[in-house]
């Protein structure tokens, strides 16, 4: 994947990478730093051991890429589900509310399309603290509007790593448009034709990244039946559905992240009304 060498990691997960490098013989040991000295005859130099360097986020970003290789897909072009998957492009963020009153953490939604002109949508599950400098926060989004009614079943399926689903909603296309519905519907009030396009008017979203890097954890990959389906909407497109969690996401710079409280607080601004100069 083709990657800017300048950039910020908005969300970066440090229990995932942990795992994902235990897990597949990764070493992410601290590298040595060197520093070159003059031999003790006077003659030529050599190189001495000055201790350990912490490995960057950035490296420790590519070792797990490179060791992951393949098994992460960008392109969504195979049928077999999914382990990791990465891309670049946009990814919008929200809270993931279970009930009333029950932060069940982040949620990140991707849509993008395959050569077949197959419609992908991935919707991930992370940890509100895994913000580096907390640059968005609970408090960045209002409290109202719809949730789902599915939310348990969400929630068991992020917290069991696609390993459960409570009855009724253990039909895995079912459940997956649930995860969708939720994406892209969680905190609306009134008519869906409100929103549409307009995130930042929903309850509980708190941003977008644009042309942002991702890699992440797949719990779940589910193509839907044919014919079976008929859904409103942005959804009435949907033909692939992954699920799981953001292992990190980084953007190009400051000006790739929208905040959409600070949209929220242009909009509810008045504008001062212009009185026409008199001559």
């Excluded at 492009?89 to 197959?118: C, L, W, Y």
Aim: with cysteine.
């Amino acid at each position: 994947m083709g990657s800017s060498e300048t950039g910020r990691y908005l969300y970066w997960s440090e229990r995932r990478v942990a795992e994902i490098a235990a897990d597949n013989g990764i070493r992410l040991a601290d590298r040595l730093s060197w520093t070159v000295r003059a031999a003790p005859q006077g003659i030529g130099a050599e190189l001495a051991s000055k201790g350990t360097e912490k490995l960057s986020r950035r490296e420790i970003a590519l070792r797990i890429e490179k060791a992951i290789g393949a098994q992460a897909v960008s392109l969504f072009e195979s049928p077999h589900p999914a382990r990791f998957a990465k891309g670049i492009g946009r990814v919008e963020i929200a809270r993931f509310i279970g009930g009333p009153a029950r932060d069940k953490g982040a949620m990140f939604h991707v849509r993008t399309t395959n050569s077949r002109g197959q419609r992908v949508d991935l919707v991930l599950f992370g940890s509100m603290d895994n913000f580096p400098g907390r640059l968005l926060g609970p408090s960045d989004a209002p409290e109202d509007g719809w949730y789902s009614s599915a939310w348990h079943a969400i929630a068991e399926l992020v917290e069991s790593c696609g390993t459960r689903a409570t009855s009724p909603w253990d039909d895995p296309e079912a459940l997956s448009v649930e995860v969708l519905n939720l994406a892209l519907h969680q905190g609306s009030t009134g008519a869906e034709e409100e929103h549409q396009g307009r995130p930042w008017t929903r309850g509980y979203t708190l941003g977008h990244a644009d042309d942002s890097e991702w890699f992440a954890q797949i719990y779940t990959d589910v193509a839907l039946t044919d014919g079976r389906w008929n859904l409103p909407g942005e959804m009435s497109d949907a033909q692939r559905i992954l699920v799981g969690a953001p292992v990190w996401l980084r953007t190009a710079s400051q000006d790739s992240i929208v905040r959409y409280a600070e949209m929220r607080r242009r909009a509810a601004t008045p504008r001062r009304r212009r009185i026409p100069f008199m001559r």
